[in-house]
């Protein structure tokens, strides 16, 4: 205790004189602690916030990745049970079918794939006769009619390769191309210039479509 009581009366002034000093310099010396705490705020901030964002997208990210495999994994399941279901179901209903027709073709006595595959080739060729007279057909005629009633002729023959004549005499004359005309669904056809007011028949080879009366 004395030594502690001599070293404080030996210091004593000293401190004194330190911590006046402090108290006179404290206004002058507290903007620049507060400037470097302040810089020190202001360094730090935008690295705490871009720390904070990347790790907050990171998080984000593994989330939906989790539930995007999570998805999948279910619309996977969901697909191959649902197809499995269905090709099931498909191929139940094709032997079915089968079964139905071979036992209907065997008591009628017929052979139902040579039939069928013809009539499904006949509706399908018909289809498309159809297709072209209303697409191109019809047009065309229409506009060949119309030029030769300028010059007073009222009809004209189709060859199966869709070139178009007139009769001149002994000889014919061409006077238009019908591009992929269908030569052997002539009947079709037929049915469907009725219908325009165009009367057809089938000559030989050759379609020939009239109308009206032919001037003298």
């Known amino acids: 205790m004395e030594a502690l009581k001599r070293l404080a ?14 108290f006179f ?39 939906e990745q989790k539930s995007n495999n999570g998805s999948k994994q279910t619309e996977s399941t969901d697909f191959d049970t649902s197809k499995d279901v269905s090709d099931r179901g498909n191929s139940a209903y094709q032997k079915a079918e089968k079964a139905d027709l071979s036992e209907r073709y065997q008591k009628e006595g017929t052979q139902p794939l040579k039939e069928s595959y013809m009539q499904h080739e006949k509706s399908e060729a018909e289809c498309k006769a159809v297709v072209w007279y209303q697409m191109e057909g019809k047009e065309r005629i229409q506009n060949l009619k119309v030029k030769l009633e300028k010059t007073g002729i009222r009809q004209f023959s189709i060859s199966p390769e869709g070139v178009c004549c007139v009769p001149e005499g002994k000889y014919f004359r061409r006077v238009g191309m019908l591009r992929a005309f269908p030569a052997h669904e002539t009947k079709i056809l037929i049915q469907y210039l009725h219908k325009d007011h165009i009367h057809a028949v089938k000559k030989g080879k050759y379609l020939w479509l009239s109308w009206g009366k032919e001037r003298k």
């Open 9 to 22: 009366e030996k210091y004593k002034w000293l401190c004194i004189l330190t911590g006046g000093i402090g």
């Open 25 to 63: 310099l404290s206004p002058f010396l507290w903007p620049f602690f507060l400037m470097i705490i302040f810089q020190s705020l202001s360094l730090a901030a935008p690295i705490i916030v871009a720390a904070f964002i990347i790790k907050t997208v990171r998080e984000e990210k593994k989330d």
